[in-house]
């Protein structure tokens, strides 16, 4: 044991106890890394507005802080009384698919999402709104009561998208700032603890990204900033410098994730040979020089002949002894002249291949391949300004391709424009046989009507969307069927082809559920008003039991309750008096009844069948009722 006191950090630390509080708060920072400041601290005015928000008497102050910074967080964390429903008509091979495209105003979504999806993505991608000075910028104003949104769908202004964020307003770097706080700050909960996310960027925000995803995931988890190249042409009318590149931020949500890598390509191995016979394999040479200078590293080595090859400037990479078992085990070779020696770096070890932080060429596309992509699937029409290349997205995707689960795990992108993402992930299964699951959220905002889009029928970008990865699936149907014509004369092996192919659209709506609005009359009594407020409410809840589509309100509990939008349903056909329906998604399961009216004989049933869950509707029971269900079967009855 050494007597040098230094040899650590705290030498106290061996002969206490447990560090319980240090502890406690790197779990509080690992859940929750927005209460920390930039240097790791705790700040206690952040961890007051999670517990107690009315005791907070806050006095802003230079961290990384802009003009509603604080609001745009509570907003954040606020629940919504939204809900999604299933759109049939507009799905696509539906029940072979887990595939998701969402119509809806992408905070609301994720806030929908975040329950049921909570720690399931692995991977995000994002092409928000840049910030020009002529982009829309989302607003978090939204509620159910805007016409505009849930009547019209008209969205570009009025609380949803807001076009005057002109580089002369004051606040035009608060109202972007803002925008992608909220969205960041649910997202990171969407992500897997090995979960990375990469966002598309370009000059005007590049720097207040970098600095509020610092704030969201912790800058410890900074994984890099790809530079793209978009474009091969210079464009001579830009003032100072042509901008042929836009960045990729690329954040992980914990350590969790240590590394990733490219799939290695024919090119990548290109200098591997095995000209020994070495049983190892293939290999190439590589360096033995130490990076470092270390006096013992510094001797000479004898060659099998006698000749001395003395040592590099730095000294060997490794000690003599170890040189010396590497040689002897032909782990390091002898040039043919006896002047050098070669490390043998075996092309079995290679898990991948680093990626670099610059990406340009042909395996990650550029603008004009990506509107060419999307021009071919929309019969040479252009009815999307600015798209992604479908190649870019895929050699995101294929960083992750060592890891296990890299042709199944889910991939969310919350600003989809076109839907390139969609695209990528389908073509991707399509290529290597996975099982990747995307979710897509794009605004239901509307298009220019001078454009080429409006003109052929689609009114929204969300229509963009869902119709792009509409007909991707169309083509690589029609691509297997002329591969495999005999294939697609059974039905079973068809539907083996098209297993995994396709989406369920759903549209963010009302809540089914009525809401309390009840405003009392100044000029009525107290007891005039309780009255019409009983009354109020009895309208309220017959509105419901008459009005309210069941597969809708199914959709709402279910979601609300932490079930993701798979979902099976199965009647159970050994209750006569109730319908009962049998939900799994996989992972989670209940039973659930919508009956206005739960018959006696089911009570009794539950009373004595306490094994699985089951969610009515409040207004289905009485009093007597609900106190024998909740005695019987505690936290597992669920009165909705």
Not at 165 to 182: I, K, Q
Not at 193 to 221: A, M, P, T, W, Y
Not at 253 to 274: C, G, H, L, Q
Not at 632 to 637: H, L, P, S
């Amino acid at each position: 044991m050494s007597n040098n006191i230094n040899d650590t950090e705290n030498p106290m630390e061996n002969v206490q106890t447990h560090d319980w509080n240090k502890e406690r708060l790197e779990q509080l920072k690992l859940l929750m890394p927005d209460l920390f400041t930039n240097d790791g601290k705790l700040n206690i005015s952040e961890l007051k507005k999670v517990i107690d928000l009315e005791s907070v008497n806050e006095t802003e102050r230079y961290e990384f802080r802009w003009f509603g910074k604080s609001n745009a967080k509570r907003e954040a964390f606020t629940p919504t009384d939204a809900t999604l429903v299933y759109d049939d008509e507009r799905s696509v091979n539906p029940t072979e698919s887990e595939n998701l495209i969402i119509e809806g105003e992408n905070l609301a979504v994720l806030k929908l999402l975040s329950n049921s999806y909570r720690e399931q993505v692995k991977c995000i991608y994002i092409d928000p709104p840049y910030n020009t000075g002529k982009d829309f910028v989302y607003s978090d104003k939204f509620n159910q009561d805007k016409k505009e949104y849930w009547e019209d769908a008209e969205i570009t202004e009025n609380g949803f998208k807001i076009d005057t964020n002109a580089e002369t307003d004051g606040r035009f770097h608060s109202n972007w700032l803002n925008m992608m706080y909220s969205r960041l700050l649910i997202a990171r909960q969407l992500l897997k603890e090995d979960g990375v996310i990469f966002i598309s960027i370009d000059d005007n925000e590049v720097h207040h990204l970098r600095k509020l995803c610092d704030d969201v995931f912790g800058e410890e988890n900074f994984l890099g900033n790809i530079v793209w190249k978009h474009t091969e042409q210079s464009k001579n009318d830009e003032k100072y410098f042509s901008r042929q590149f836009n960045n990729i931020m690329v954040f992980r949500k914990s350590e969790a994730i240590e590394s990733f890598r490219f799939p290695r390509t024919e090119e990548d191995n290109v200098n591997y040979s095995n000209p020994d016979n070495d049983p190892e394999g293939e290999w190439r040479g590589g360096d033995t020089r130490s990076p470092n200078y270390r006096k013992t590293l510094l001797f000479d080595i004898t060659t099998p002949s006698g000749k001395t090859i003395a040592p590099p400037e730095n000294g060997w990479r490794w000690q003599e002894s170890e040189i010396l078992s590497k040689i002897e085990n032909r782990e390091i070779i002898f040039s043919d002249d006896e002047t050098r020696i070669i490390r043998k770096i075996y092309l079995k070890n290679q898990n991948g291949r680093v990626a670099e932080n610059i990406w340009q060429g042909g395996l990650f596309g550029t603008t004009r391949s990506a509107n060419a992509e999307i021009k071919t699937l929309f019969n040479d029409e252009v009815i999307f300004d600015t798209p992604k290349p479908s190649s870019l997205i895929k050699m995101i995707v294929n960083l992750f391709f060592n890891e296990q689960d890299f042709k199944k795990f889910l991939i969310l992108d919350f600003f989809a424009g076109s839907g390139t993402t969609g695209q990528a992930v389908t073509e991707l299964n399509k290529e290597d046989g996975g099982n990747r699951k995307y979710i897509l959220v794009q605004l239901p905002e509307t298009t220019d009507k001078k454009s080429e889009a409006y003109k052929a029928g689609y009114k929204k970008i969300s229509d963009i969307t869902i119709e792009r990865n509409k007909r991707v699936v169309e083509k690589i149907i029609k691509e297997k069927a002329a591969a495999s014509p005999d294939l697609f004369s059974k039905k079973e092996s068809e539907q083996e082809q098209l297993k995994g192919l396709g989406f369920k659209v759903f549209k963010l709506q009302k809540s089914n559920f009525p809401r309390v609005e009840f405003a009392p009359d100044p000029e009525k009594s107290e007891e005039e008003n309780i009255e019409l407020l009983k009354k109020y409410i009895k309208d309220k809840e017959a509105q419901l039991v008459s009005a309210f589509n069941k597969d809708e309100l199914i959709t709402e509990i279910l979601i609300k309750n932490g079930f993701k939008l798979n979902y099976t349903l199965t009647k159970q056909e050994e209750f006569k008096k109730n319908e009962i329906l049998f939900v799994t998604d996989g992972d989670k399961e209940t039973l659930i009844c919508l009956d206005v009216i739960i018959a006696d004989e089911t009570v009794e049933h539950f009373k004595t069948h306490t094994d699985q869950k089951l969610i009515v509707l409040e207004r289905a029971l009485d009093t007597t009722k609900k106190w024998n269900l909740k005695h019987a079967m505690g936290d597992k009855f669920n009165a909705f």
